[in-house]
């Protein structure tokens, strides 16, 4: 009989309510095609040798509401933090190193700086007026 496997330190991460889009970035698109806006996901993998552009995540797809896993750019997630997961689905998926709790939080404030810097520098151009991409929309409480 398989045991369940027990918890594991995974970062989580939400995906951007609204992103920009085209190029120098004038169109402003919910979410990624993958994943709904504000969506939760788990990190599984990153590519270090890419500068943690990309990374690996585990989450709810949007047109399925089924676990997907897929590659995502990095700056396309906020609000990374370090979380104890039980979920059997993402487990299963995760695949990855178990790592301690102190190597998540490490792993999540620099994501973190990456994400806030690609979105920032991603598109050259200034933004379009109103925007309502995820830098400039203003955090909402909770």
Not at 73 to 82: E, N, S
Request: hydrophobic letters at 35%; aromatic letters at 6%.
């Amino acid at each position: 009989m398989d045991e369940a496997p027990g918890p594991v330190w995974l970062v989580a991460a939400n995906v951007v309510r609204w992103r920009r889009y085209g190029e120098l970035g004038p169109e402003l698109r919910p979410g990624t095609k993958a994943f709904r806006g504000g969506a939760k996901v788990y990190v599984v993998g990153t590519y270090p040798g890419m500068a943690h552009e990309q990374l690996t995540a585990v989450g709810h797809g949007r047109h399925t509401g089924r676990w997907i896993t897929i590659d995502t750019g990095t700056r396309h997630l906020h609000t990374f933090r370090a979380q104890l997961v039980y979920s059997p689905a993402v487990l299963k998926r995760c695949g990855a190193e178990p790592r301690t709790r102190g190597e998540a939080e490490e792993l999540a404030a620099l994501l973190e700086r990456l994400a806030r810097h690609g979105r920032h520098h991603h598109h050259a151009a200034p933004h379009p007026d109103p925007c309502r991409c995820h830098e400039c929309l203003p955090l909402s409480p909770g």
